[in-house]
């Protein structure tokens, strides 16, 4: 990413204004290779379905399509970004509790995979393989167990249900449907729970395949990782936080003991593993001022921006204003109408009107999660290696408004 100077800074906000996300699409990408490379010296048949839902913006998406990668998916919005950007069909694999039909029937008869949920979802499938007797169509299903994290997710198939019984029975009945993928989500990101969906998923396959006569193509065994990471953010975590190496080790090692022929494809789901520490917010401080001995230093921008609840975010400030002084607890907060709008709690150090902060590690949960509250929302310029490039240009009113009636 390029040095951000004081200088580089004003040439920016004289073009895209006193807000904006900064994109480093290398890093992305470099994430991805490392990640991957980690896993595949354990188990080679290895790979990743990126998490659209993390951040979609397309130019990421891009990059995980190029290097191979899987789009896992979990809306009909999201399968047409990926369909948009040249996403082969066979390599999109789409979760979620609710799919809009016709697009399943859309994506299936294009050889893509539809990872079921629960039984409601059989009917519709019954239908679309009985009208197409021709096509193969790929299913996942969605499973379900304990894992030790004290979660009960709401996710998937109970693994000891009736339901998850009949969805193995539709499947080996119905001709022209082919389990290709298991899936599982948990939403804990510590290490320690890793070997026991990775041995659950992997035991649970060698059940499948009594069942049906194969193992599925693909075991993916969910996201939930951490990523990258500035020390100040690590330190505010009460648990150490893993390596993709740590992961590597707890999972894919489990695999490479069940499928010592590397017979089925091990997926996992990463989002903010791979984009957290790829996107920065910069915002402008527009007013400082002090309340009953308590400080605070008004921005434009949002906690909604970075969406970094319970932490300080990292963070640094370039020196843009005249008018310096120290401060020993200033609450960084949002240009919004509500109290809880803080950025950043009892900041120390110099600060002034015109100064620019910049806020790290929030590439997760942030762009995509910004709702349209009180203004839209702001640029993303991708600043990776040595040129500057508008990847999303600022929202206007237009945007927002011209689905409504006036």
Same mark, same amino acid.
């Given at each position: ?32 290779v490392?990640?991957s490379?980690?896993? @595949?010296?354990?188990?080679?048949n290895?790979?990743?379905a990126?998490?659209?839902?993390? $951040? !979609? ?45 016709? @697009? ?17 979802? %059989? ?7 009985? +009208? $197409? ?12 167990? &304990? ?51 990775a ?17 599925? &193509? ?13 020390d100040?953010?690590?330190a +505010?975590?009460?648990? *150490? ?19 010592? $022929? ?24 527009? *007013?400082?001022? *002090?309340?009953r $001995?308590? *400080? ?29 002084? !120290?401060?020993?607890?200033?609450d ?23 100064? !620019? ?33 508008? %990847?999303?240009? +600022?929202?206007?009113?237009? &945007? ?7």
């Open positions: 990413m390029l040095n951000l100077t004081s200088e580089m800074m004003s040439e920016l906000c004289d073009v895209y204004g006193n807000a904006f996300y900064l994109l480093d699409s290398k890093k992305f990408s470099n994430n991805f490392e990640l490379n980690e896993f @595949k010296k354990i188990y080679p290895f790979n990743i990126y998490s659209y839902k993390t $951040n !979609y913006t397309p130019k990421l998406c891009k990059i995980v399509n190029d290097n191979g990668g899987y789009a896992e998916v979990v809306s009909e919005m999201e399968l047409e970004i990926a369909l948009r950007i040249g996403v082969k069909a066979t390599k999109i694999i789409w979760n979620g509790p609710i799919k809009n039909q016709d @697009k399943i029937k859309q994506l299936l008869l294009m050889g893509g995979t539809v990872n079921i949920d629960s039984v409601f979802e %059989i009917e519709t499938i019954k239908k679309i393989a009985h +009208q $197409n007797p021709n096509h193969r169509l790929n299913l996942g299903i969605r499973c379900n167990f &304990d894992v030790g994290d004290g979660v009960i997710s709401r996710f998937g198939f109970d693994i000891d249900s009736i339901e998850f019984e009949q969805a193995l029975d539709f499947i080996k009945n119905i001709e022209n449907v082919h389990l290709i993928n298991l899936q599982c989500h948990f939403a804990k990101r510590n290490v320690e729970y890793w070997p026991a969906r041995k659950g998923m992997a035991t649970l396959a060698l059940q499948v395949k009594e069942r049906l006569g194969y193992i599925p &193509d693909r075991i993916d065994i969910g996201g939930g990782l951490f990523g990258h990471m500035d100040a953010l690590k +505010q975590f009460s648990t *150490t936080i893993p390596t993709y190496e740590d992961y590597a080790k707890a999972a894919a090692s489990v695999f490479a003991e069940h499928f010592p $022929n590397l017979e089925t494809e091990l997926l996992i789901e990463p989002g903010s593993a791979l984009v957290g520490d790829c996107m920065k917010f910069v915002g402008r401080i527009e *007013t400082i001022k *002090t309340v $001995n308590k *400080t605070f230093a008004t921005m434009l921008g949002s906690q909604k921006n970075i969406n970094m609840g319970g932490v300080n975010p990292p963070i640094f400030v370039i020196k843009s204003g005249t008018e310096r002084k !120290y401060y020993k607890d200033v960084i907060v949002g240009y919004t109408c509500i109290e809880g709008d803080v950025l950043y709690h009892n900041y120390e150090g110099d600060l002034s009107v015109g100064d !620019y902060v910049v806020f790290s590690n929030c590439g997760s949960y942030s762009l995509v999660m910004k709702p349209p509250f009180i203004l839209p929302n702001f640029p993303v310029i991708d600043i990776s290696g040595n040129k500057v490039e508008l %990847i999303k240009r +600022q929202e206007y009113f237009d &945007d927002i408004f011209h689905t409504f009636s006036f």
